[in-house]
């Protein structure tokens, strides 16, 4: 039976599902102020005195670097700098009786005025003592130069805010402890992410680690890294010999767990009369949140270098910036900095368009890379026109392009190859075992695993087991994100495949399947790979829009290029599942803070989470290509979400005759002037 039937049957098992004779429950006590002094703590079985440890990040965008005093500890240490950041724990044999204990806990804070606004950062005191400045990144990419006087300048200040991760298992994890090795059962995209993680925050030998994934009910970028809770249960689980569980609620979730997006740009883009870019000067600021340990160090630098989109750009400036907040610390959110670098230089070149009364799509066409080159920003950008000519004729552009409620992105979506993957193949017993470093959270990878080894080896589907990340049975490995297990996981286990039959054929003579399932074999791979690849999409939407401003998404086509299809019904998977979650940041899912930082969601019926009936017509399109790997596949996890923002806001524009440069776009902004 398929992993995906299984879920279907309600027969999957997740992190909530394990029980354990003796388990404690965890629980926190958290922040109620965003920015405080702690002044006393009682009635906590755990505070900082005994849990001395601090979060190392591993994973996609992770950094490791930046002063001490920054780094998020696992519980709260003398102040606090969100709302939610965990200060205390409490546990009990009865999870319900955990919960009560969190109410029985008090915590006296002296509360200071927060950093909420991350331009308002850069102007304020520093957040902490010996920090020269609230930017903990600050850096210049490009080249300063002089822009013709003749050029048109068009100037933005574009926002795209912070919005939740929202998976529909929240995190969660159980750690035992035998008194030698620890081993804990965890919801993630890596396994030896984790295994790293806990491995630097405990200063525990690796090998005396083991990390399982079980069913993972979806990801997106948050359970790729390390939390503060499961150090806290892990710490415990040593402290008392017993099996420890914590899982977070949806309120946890939206308070404390890692939000993605919250960058604003300002932006000047330079061109000729007759649409030819010319030049791009600004800064992209990224809302880092109160510590590291996050995506923040790495998210201005990757935004800023993608800037040029898929266009030919001779020159650019561009300033990145992190900067602390009184906010949980920002994290990877399906794209991790490709949307948001997509979103600010499409919708300068929206506003290009109208400025000079031409056609978006033909301005689109003048500037597309007529060959691949390295930008000023640093970044390899491919020969795009070809792609932006046949996605025009594959969308029926010219079907839509007078209308006064469409709207059309171009994209270029980098993976995240670079690192490479592991995969191991254990043939035993008739029957092969697969475990790889990228571990599926809903993307199906068992299906295309046993379709390659189908093709490499013969191997009929039904005697393949793809098997759930376990650091005990996979020497080394990097995860499942950034569009990548579909290029490096898979090459991995090709590459593997491909030694297995060396093998066969050195013993025997040559490869037959028979030989392979009467013997045992056993290989190893990490299939290398250092150079970043890329690919390129399209999207058209249309929309309507109800005599109350709301807006109705009718259409949402999507024309990308993913390389050799590996699976065609897990690619339109993907492809509306990100064009949701597209919609989602467009339309409804901001998570809103006040001037105090305290947040305006907090629970899932008012996070602005798509509902089905809101769901669009989807038209799904695909380029032939191939890539230079073994899998001949490219990404496509993220095209999606970068894309889909770009068109919706564009069409909303249109039908509204309002500038849209912010995600999401607040409900009251589009009232009609008489309902306003």
Not at 335 to 357: H, N, S, T, V
Not at 481 to 505: D, F, N, P, T, Y
Not at 618 to 632: C, D, N
Request: glycine share 10%.
């Amino acid at each position: 039976m398929e992993l995906s039937e299984k879920l279907v049957r309600g027969e999957g098992r997740f992190v909530d599902d394990i029980q354990m004779p003796g388990m404690l429950y965890l629980g926190f006590a958290r922040s109620q102020y965003a920015r405080a002094k702690i002044l006393k703590i009682s009635g906590a079985q755990l505070t900082h005195k005994e849990v001395n440890f601090e979060v190392v990040e591993v994973g996609e965008g992770a950094t490791t670097g930046g002063p001490a005093a920054l780094s998020h500890p696992v519980l709260a240490n003398g102040h606090v700098g969100y709302v939610g950041q965990p200060v205390a724990a409490v546990y009990s044999d009865d999870r319900y009786v955990a919960e009560d204990l969190i109410d029985s806990v008090e915590i006296e804070y002296e509360p200071m005025k927060a950093i909420v606004d991350p331009e308002d950062s850069l102007k304020r005191e520093v957040m902490y003592p010996g920090v020269k400045s609230n930017a903990i990144v600050d850096r210049y990419f490009g080249k300063e130069f002089t822009p013709d006087p003749s050029d048109i300048v068009i100037e933005r200040k574009i926002i795209n805010r912070r919005i939740a991760t929202n998976p529909i298992e929240p995190r969660g994890i159980v750690a035992a402890y035998d008194g030698h090795k620890l081993t804990v059962w965890v919801s993630t995209q890596s396994a030896h992410s984790i295994k790293g993680g806990l491995s630097e925050a405990l200063k525990m030998e690796p090998d005396r680690i083991r990390v399982v994934q079980v069913d993972t009910g979806g990801a997106f970028g948050l359970k790729g890294g390390l939390f503060p809770e499961y150090v806290v249960a892990c710490y415990l689980a040593m402290k008392e010999r017993r099996p420890v569980k914590w899982i977070e609620t949806r309120r946890e979730h939206l308070l404390a767990s890692r939000p993605g997006r919250g960058v604003v740009a300002n932006l000047k883009l330079y061109a000729k009369k007759d649409g030819t870019i010319t030049g791009l000067k600004g800064e992209v600021i990224v809302d880092n949140g109160a510590f590291t340990g996050g995506s923040g160090e790495f998210s201005p630098m990757f935004i800023a270098r993608q800037l040029a989109g898929a266009y030919y750009l001779p020159n650019a400036y561009v300033r990145a910036v992190s900067v602390l907040t009184n906010k949980a610390p920002q994290g990877p959110y399906r794209g991790a900095g490709r949307p948001e670098a997509m979103y600010f230089i499409e919708r300068l070149m929206d506003g290009l368009a109208d400025k000079l009364k031409m056609d978006p799509v033909a301005l689109r066409l003048i500037n597309a890379a007529k060959e691949t080159y390295t930008s000023p920003l640093g970044m390899q950008v491919e020969k795009s026109r070809q792609f932006l000519e046949s996605a025009i004729k594959e969308l029926n552009y010219e079907k839509y392009r007078d209308r006064e409620n469409v709207g059309f992105a171009f994209l270029i979506l980098y993976h995240a190859t670079a690192g490479g993957e592991s995969a191991r193949i254990k043939v035993e017993n008739g029957r092969l075992k697969v475990w790889t470093g990228g571990n599926a959270h809903g993307q199906r990878h068992d299906i295309f695993i046993k379709t390659l080894l189908k093709e490499e080896l013969g191997v009929p589907e039904d005697i393949v087991d793809v098997l759930k990340g376990d650091t005990d049975q996979l020497e080394d490995g990097v995860g499942a994100w950034g569009s990548r297990s579909s290029m490096v996981l898979s090459s991995a286990v090709i590459v593997a495949a491909g030694k297995i039959k060396e093998q066969i054929g050195k013993k025997h003579g040559k490869y037959t399947l028979k030989a392979l399932l009467e013997g045992k074999w056993d290989e190893y791979e990490f299939f290398k790979y250092d150079k970043t690849e890329s690919s390129l999409g399209a999207n058209l939407v249309t929309v309507d829009m109800d005599s109350y401003g709301r807006v109705i998404v009718k259409e949402c086509l999507s024309y990308y290029d993913i390389g050799r299809i590996l699976d065609l019904d897990n690619a339109k998977g993907q492809n509306a599942g990100g064009a949701v979650q597209g919609i989602g940041q467009t339309l409804s899912e901001e998570l809103a803070f006040d001037e105090d930082g305290l947040p305006l969601i907090t629970s899932i019926s008012d996070a602005g989470v798509l509902s089905a009936d809101l769901v669009p017509k989807f038209g799904i399109k695909f380029h032939k290509s191939e890539s230079p790997l073994p899998s001949k596949a490219k990404g496509i996890g993220e095209a999606p979400t970068i894309g889909v923002p770009i068109a919706l806001s564009r069409a909303i524009e249109k039908a509204t005759g309002k500038l849209i440069v912010e995600t999401p776009i607040r409900p009251e902004y589009l009232l009609p002037e008489e309902k306003a």
